[in-house]
């Protein structure tokens, strides 16, 4: 018994290494932190199921069972033609990490209200929606993202809208989400099914302690999903919130975006120290970017990049905390005090090529890249010679493999 329990512990060792390398999915099951979506039903028995991606041109293909249930996983959202023999064709949109339920007909589906049949084919624009779930969750969409006033740039921004969530922003511009009454470290954050979870530092997100910055460039996020209640034990490290995210893709089409926007101290009020200085500090925000996608082999494989950029310079007021004490002090320390400007520059980079060699694989490559450097600690009873200098520097590459077979399903995220 002596002997054989170091080969137990390898063996346990072993198995749990290939659980966290590997998630594998039987045809109503995922395991492992997924943004994808899955969709199943009802079909005719023997019935081979066809789901493409209108924009990429991502097939996926099953056969329904004995009973006629099919299970499609490892999706990522977006709007699909699905169809399960001639006269069955349907379109539809599946939200992230979301699991949706689509039946077919024996034969020919009847054409429900609101759709159009042309030539015998039946097209049908639906939105489905998960309701075979505990989780209690709000999805994020890409227009919301696009068209809802934000003060910041933070995608997380955006989860404020979600029951519960929290997204403030403390009087030097540093932004955290927290979920409840929980603390920020609670929280975690899934994109393309990797969490970005600080486990050196509070403040639930990698790199969002104390900064202006963003985790994730805006541009480069498609949807994502809060969960806030009932989460799946495939999401670790929480106690009070996840948010899971997926990014965009690009598609058959060439498309691009641009932003930018510019705000200078011409443009605001002087501080009361800035009246009594007779000056104003220098202080500017600036934030653009860009993002661009499209086609290397047309309906096989994809681009797509998105940069964006932060350059704040923020006015700020030195201060001493017993003022009759100004004449004592020496004239490099008396020249601190007063108006001054606290800067932070932020560099976010985001580049994926996804590869479609054949109906039944996916290989995903991406990585980030973030560079933030900001100044800090000095303004009432601090001079600027006291305060701090942070550097917030990430790098991420991501490497992922699906392979879609009719009973099973799996996928690997090994980082790199």
């Known amino acids: 018994m002596r002997k054989s329990l170091p080969l137990r512990k390898k063996l346990l060792a072993t198995l749990i290494r290939a659980t966290i390398a590997t998630s ?29 991606n209108v924009a990429t041109g991502l097939r996926r293909t099953t056969y329904s069972a004995a009973d006629g249930s099919y299970t499609l996983v490892g999706l990522p959202p977006g709007t699909y033609q699905v169809d399960a023999g001639p006269g069955t064709e349907k379109t539809v949109t599946l939200t992230v990490a979301s699991t949706a339920t689509l039946d077919f007909a024996a034969g020919a589906a009847a ?12 097209v049908t624009a ?47 511009g540093n932004t955290s989400l927290r979920g409840g009454a929980m603390n920020n470290s609670s929280t975690n ?30 541009l480069a996020i498609g949807e994502y999903k809060v969960i806030t209640s009932n989460y799946k034990a495939e999401y670790d490290q929480i106690s009070s919130a996840a948010v899971t995210a997926e990014t965009k893709s690009g598609t058959n089409d060439f498309h691009g975006e641009v932003f930018g926007s510019y705000t200078g101290d011409q443009y605001r009020s002087s501080t009361p120290a800035e009246k009594a200085a007779g000056k104003k500090a220098q202080s500017h925000e600036k934030e653009y970017g860009f993002s661009i996608g499209g086609p290397i082999i047309q309906d096989a494989m994809h681009f797509f990049f998105a940069y964006e950029a932060k350059n ?13 004490s100004l004449p004592f002090l020496p004239a490099d320390v008396r020249a601190q005090i007063g108006p001054t400007s606290l800067p ?14 054949s109906d ?29 200098a942070t ?26």
């Open 189 to 218: 954050v899934y994109i393309d099914g990797v969490g970005q979870k600080s486990y050196v530092k509070e403040g639930g997100v990698s790199g969002q302690i104390g900064t202006q910055g963003n985790p994730f460039p805006q």
């Open 344 to 357: 932070f520059t932020e560099d976010l980079y985001f580049a994926k090529i996804d590869w479609e060699f």
């Open 24 to 52: 594998i999915a039987a045809p109503a099951f995922v395991f492992a932190q997924s943004s994808d979506a899955t969709l199943r039903g009802k079909a005719t028995p023997q019935m081979q199921i066809t789901a493409k």
């Open 126 to 172: 639906t939105t489905l929606t998960e309701v075979k779930t505990s989780e209690i969750g709000t999805n994020v969409s890409l227009h919301q993202i696009q068209t809802v006033p934000q003060i910041t740039r933070n995608f997380l921004e955006f989860a404020d809208t979600v029951p519960g969530m929290v997204f403030n922003i403390d009087s030097n």
């Open 391 to 416: 550097k917030n520097n990430d790098t991420r590459v991501d490497l992922r493999w699906q392979h879609s077979a009719d009973a099973w399903f799996n996928g690997q995220w090994p980082g790199l």
């Open 111 to 122: 054409a429900p209200p609101g759709t159009t049949t042309l030539g015998g084919v039946t």
């Open 312 to 324: 704040f310079s923020q006015p700020v007021d030195v201060t001493i905390n017993h003022p009759e």
């Open 360 to 388: 039944r694989d996916r290989i995903e490559l991406s990585s980030k890249v973030r560079k933030e450097d900001q100044n800090g600690g000095y303004g009432t009873g601090t001079a600027q010679s006291a305060g701090y």
